[in-house]
């Protein structure tokens, strides 16, 4: 019946008008918040020039280590064990699969995707699990120091063996389990497509995604682009109105 009524009132000019003024008011409004987190972007980053040039360097930060396959890891925390850490329970749900909305356990499978945040950045991760490995999709690779990308994903480096051994990962495949931080590496520029904005990176993100689980192998230069991102946020907005809803 919604989807009915979606239609008849979708034939209407005066919808359709006003639908077109909504989308220019998110627009301007999306441009507003950018600017904002630009701005807040650019004090943060004078505040910590200057507290540096006054103070040094943070104790305990490290730089990165090179691994002799050209991987690397944030060696922030090089007093942490993960196997004497207690991670909380509901972050061990996920890898034994406890959950009617991702009950496939961890241990049947060989990667993972992690979306992840840094600073108002959306990136996504790739773990491959027995590996110890994260390969790092970053559609801004070559805007930001890419050392700062793993610094700010450095807690999932060090807490995802902590979270596999307690959940029981190690236990079932009966392997040792894994005292270290994962290691991580940027995949390459050359090539991920690259966003030419400040606002586009979940749209490529999820593209990432996508292309993963499709099994499509790299290089994925030439399968998207900047232009193509507003047809593919109105294939994903179409792909969630028809089959979004999940009966929990």
């Given at each position: 019946m919604f989807r009915q009524d979606f239609k008849e009132i979708a034939d209407k000019n005066?919808?359709?008008?006003?639908l077109v003024q909504l989308k220019k008011v998110w627009s301007l409004e999306m441009e507003k918040i950018q600017i904002q987190r630009d701005v807040k972007e650019i004090e943060r980053t004078a505040l910590k020039t200057e507290n540096e040039a006054i103070h040094g360097q943070p104790k305990g930060?490290?730089?990165?280590?090179?691994?002799?396959?050209?991987?690397?890891?944030?060696?922030?925390?090089?007093?942490?064990?993960?196997?004497?850490?207690?991670?909380?329970?509901?972050?061990?749900?996920?890898?034994?699969?406890?959950d009617s909305l991702y009950n496939v356990p961890w241990w049947t499978m060989e990667s993972v995707l992690i979306p992840c945040n840094t600073s108002g950045h959306w990136v996504l991760c790739q773990?491959?699990?027995?590996e110890g490995k994260v390969n790092l999709f970053d559609s801004m690779w070559g805007r930001n120091n890419k050392n700062?990308?793993?610094?700010?994903?450095?807690?999932?480096?060090?807490?995802?063996?902590?979270?596999?051994?307690?959940a029981g990962y190690y236990e079932e495949l009966g392997i040792k389990p894994r005292n270290k931080a994962f290691?991580?590496?940027?995949?390459?520029?050359?090539?991920?497509?690259?966003?030419?904005?400040?606002?586009s990176c979940g749209a490529?993100?999820?593209?990432?995604?996508?292309?993963?689980?499709?099994?499509?192998?790299?290089?994925?230069?030439?399968?998207?682009?900047?232009?193509?991102i507003p047809a593919i946020r109105e294939a994903m907005a179409l792909d969630l109105f028809i089959n979004g809803v999940i009966e929990r």
């Amino acid at each position: 019946m919604f989807r009915q009524d979606f239609k008849e009132i979708a034939d209407k000019n005066e919808w359709m008008s006003n639908l077109v003024q909504l989308k220019k008011v998110w627009s301007l409004e999306m441009e507003k918040i950018q600017i904002q987190r630009d701005v807040k972007e650019i004090e943060r980053t004078a505040l910590k020039t200057e507290n540096e040039a006054i103070h040094g360097q943070p104790k305990g930060r490290k730089k990165i280590l090179p691994t002799p396959k050209g991987l690397e890891v944030w060696d922030e925390y090089p007093e942490f064990l993960p196997l004497e850490f207690e991670p909380e329970e509901h972050f061990c749900t996920y890898v034994r699969g406890d959950d009617s909305l991702y009950n496939v356990p961890w241990w049947t499978m060989e990667s993972v995707l992690i979306p992840c945040n840094t600073s108002g950045h959306w990136v996504l991760c790739q773990v491959l699990l027995k590996e110890g490995k994260v390969n790092l999709f970053d559609s801004m690779w070559g805007r930001n120091n890419k050392n700062d990308r793993l610094r700010e994903i450095s807690c999932l480096l060090y807490l995802l063996p902590s979270i596999l051994h307690r959940a029981g990962y190690y236990e079932e495949l009966g392997i040792k389990p894994r005292n270290k931080a994962f290691l991580a590496e940027n995949v390459n520029k050359i090539h991920i497509p690259q966003q030419e904005d400040g606002k586009s990176c979940g749209a490529f993100m999820l593209k990432f995604a996508e292309l993963l689980l499709s099994g499509t192998s790299l290089p994925w230069i030439n399968k998207f682009g900047q232009n193509d991102i507003p047809a593919i946020r109105e294939a994903m907005a179409l792909d969630l109105f028809i089959n979004g809803v999940i009966e929990r």
